[in-house]
């Protein structure tokens, strides 16, 4: 599978009860993903047709009309001839929108479940409950869920500028539009203002919801904003933010293109109102 085109993903936590027929298994060696030489995955009737002994697998839902499941290799795994391990980093805008999101949901849900075989209020021994996503305690019955941080990504835009900002593991050059985790208590309204000044000493208003994006990095969801510039003058820290400032749409920085990525969604949003034709 290396393009799945238009087919829709259907979540689930029950595995088909029928076996043996031929799913999509993305194996994951932690975050490194066993692909094809072209960068697809197998579609095949299990790990062990591809030489693999899985600690574990999950089953994820349906693409069309095949399972979908994620399998957590040892750290010892080897890949079979024509095939080799990438982290999913290094998938980002080479694999299709398809596969890049299913390898993200797969690897999220693989990486609870290895990291919840035990309860963390009691240390007894947790088991999957049947028809949810969820692991219930053996002893004290506590039930433990995937966990998500919620993020939010902000495009913030003063007349016809927008502001852009520069994280020091950027590739030389490259900004983007700025982005924060929400804190306990707060709406995703306040943590886009609280954010905004934190890291760039801008204030903002007019908060409007513009889209979201699951992101296993290692496992958020990015809630993307517009807002309007109110004031104040741009300041950075150096640490999280080491530059940040505002840009006209025809003298733009290099910025993360493509079309997974919705710090991409925001920039090009703001340079199809602003671009001169």
Same mark, same amino acid.
């Given at each position: 599978?290396?393009? &799945?085109?238009?087919?829709? *993903? ?6 088909? &009860? ?38 574990? @697998?999950? *089953? ?63 240390? %007894? ?21 995937? !966990? ?89 820290? %150096? ?8 840009? !006209? @749409?025809? @003298? ?17 949003? *703001? ?7």
């Amino acid at each position: 599978m290396s393009d &799945a085109g238009p087919l829709r *993903f259907v979540a689930g936590v029950d595995p088909p &009860a029928e076996g043996g027929e031929a799913g999509i298994w993305l194996c994951f060696r932690r975050r490194e993903l066993l692909v094809e030489g072209d960068g697809g995955v197998p579609i095949v009737d299990g790990p062990g047709a591809l030489g693999q002994a899985p600690v574990r @697998a999950q *089953f994820l839902g349906h693409l069309g009309e095949h399972a979908c499941w994620s399998a957590e290799l040892p750290l010892e795994a080897q890949p079979p001839p024509g095939m080799r391990f990438r982290d999913l980093r290094a998938l980002y805008g080479s694999a299709s929108e398809t596969l890049y999101a299913l390898a993200g949901r797969a690897v999220q849900i693989m990486e609870w479940d290895r990291t919840h075989q035990f309860c963390g209020a009691c240390g %007894g021994r947790t088991a999957l409950v049947r028809g949810e996503r969820a692991r219930r305690c053996d002893a004290c019955e506590l039930l433990l869920f995937p !966990r998500l941080a919620p993020a939010v990504i902000v495009q913030v835009t003063r007349g016809d500028e927008i502001l852009l900002a520069r994280s020091p593991h950027f590739p030389p050059g490259f900004m983007s539009v700025p982005a924060g985790f929400v804190e306990p208590g707060e709406t995703l309204e306040e943590a886009v203002v609280r954010e905004i000044e934190e890291e760039t000493g801008i204030v903002v208003g007019d908060v409007r919801y513009f889209a979201s994006q699951p992101w296993p990095f290692p496992h958020s969801l990015m809630l993307g904003f517009t807002a309007h510039y109110v004031g104040g003058d741009v300041r950075v820290d %150096g640490k999280e933010i080491e530059a940040a400032g505002f840009y !006209r @749409a025809e @003298a733009m920085p290099p910025y993360f293109r493509g079309r997974i990525s919705i710090s991409g969604w925001l920039i090009e949003d *703001f340079l199809a109102r602003h671009a001169k034709a």
